[in-house]
């Protein structure tokens, strides 16, 4: 039997464009993430140069893959006036309290779509891990911004996969909301399996578990509170299992951090380890991982996760408490304004949360009975 290319080792892709941007001091994108990230693993002796590459920014061309040109050139004018026209915000959702003007507006999300099909373009070319911590904008439309997302790199990722030839891809998404974005580009498409775990009745209000993006998706709305125990069965009765069988060449994986009980955004409350039980189960699925960011609006619950998720992928053991280096980055942070309290003294000392587990409710052993006879 012909054999493949050995895997490359897992690579990290972010952005100092990440460290001096912002969505504005009234906004959750107000608080550093991906800088976070990078500056933890690098504290802990997790990012060594060669297993780092900075992300690429994406030209008008290539975003062209799924955004209307128009859009991606009022993003770019938006960018140069330093705000919106009446005609951007109408037509394209920009300037709005949600979808701010901001210095890198165009910049910062056309540097993770950048990353995002760099990642793709890799993979595509060999079998291996990449973490694009700066992706994971699931709500981005082809013509408008929608929900903090302007760009959809998720999409565009999706779409590098299956222009390299790549027949059967499995999205799952962990973020406490719907991927309305994805959905909108992959239903009734046989190659793309999307399953999603988001709060019911939570903004897009999209998702609910009769919605089945024309066969490509599975949708499991949860409730508030939703706990690792119940995580861990969803995990076992629906994601692993739906992933199996559909025998991915590649897995796309977005950890949105907006699940966890610390975030301010949801009302969920999974700890960190219920997504890491999720990525080591996930990663044998798929030859190709590209493991992406997404929600998540408390900075130091953010960091944690996904620097957890780089050490799991780079092989690194998970220390159970922080080197002084490691910790000095976590106590640096802030809310940025916004009268939020301060963060649990195991936000600034420790890498991961105690479990979070409790009792699986009935509403959940019912749904995912449901969707088992799918």
């Not at 919106?84 to 779509?113: C, D, E, I, K």
């Not at 499995?170 to 974005?181: C, E, Q, S």
């Not at 019911?200 to 939703?226: H, I």
């Amino acid at each position: 039997m012909i054999q493949g290319p050995p895997p490359e080792a897992p690579l990290f892709i972010g952005s100092e464009v990440y460290r001096g941007s912002s969505y504005g001091p009234a906004h959750p994108l107000r608080v550093p993430r991906v800088s976070t990230v990078m500056d933890l693993a690098r504290a802990l002796g997790w990012l060594p140069a060669g297993r780092f590459r900075a992300s690429p920014r994406a030209k008008p061309a290539a975003l062209a893959l799924w955004h209307d040109p128009a859009y991606v050139a009022a993003l770019q004018q938006a960018e140069a006036l330093g705000e919106a026209t009446p005609g951007m915000r109408a037509r394209h959702n920009l300037g709005t309290l949600s979808n701010p003007v901001f210095p890198q507006v165009y910049r910062r999300p056309a540097t993770g779509a950048g990353g995002a099909m760099l990642a793709a373009a890799l993979l595509a070319a060999r079998p291996g891990a990449i973490h694009v911590p700066g992706g994971g904008t699931h709500h981005g439309l082809p013509d408008r911004a929608n929900g903090f997302c302007y760009l959809n790199d998720v999409v565009l990722a999706i779409k590098v996969l299956q222009r390299a030839g790549l027949t059967r891809i499995a999205y799952v998404d962990l973020d406490a909301h719907h991927p309305d974005g994805v959905d909108l580009a992959f239903t009734g498409d046989p190659g793309v399996r999307m399953i999603s775990v988001h709060e019911e009745g939570r903004w897009p209000f999209t998702g609910l578990l009769a919605d089945t993006a024309g066969g490509s998706a599975f949708n499991l709305p949860v409730p508030r509170g939703y706990n690792d125990s119940e995580a861990r069965m969803v995990l076992h009765e629906l994601i692993l299992p739906r992933v199996s069988e559909f025998r991915p060449e590649a897995l796309v994986l977005q950890c949105g951090a907006d699940s966890l009980e610390e975030d301010p955004l949801s009302r969920l409350a999974l700890s960190n380890r219920a997504y890491l039980e999720s990525v080591q189960a996930l990663v044998p699925l798929a030859p190709r991982v590209l493991v992406l960011g997404g929600g998540g609006y408390n900075p130091w619950s953010v960091g944690r996760l996904w620097t957890a998720i780089w050490g799991h992928l780079a092989g690194r053991e998970l220390p159970d408490r922080l080197p002084a280096a490691a910790a000095a980055v976590l106590a640096a942070l802030s809310w940025g304004g916004g009268g939020r309290p301060a963060p649990a003294p195991a936000l600034l000392t420790t890498l991961l949360d105690a479990p979070r587990e409790g009792p699986v409710r009935p509403e959940i052993r019912d749904r995912l009975a449901g969707l088992a006879r799918r």
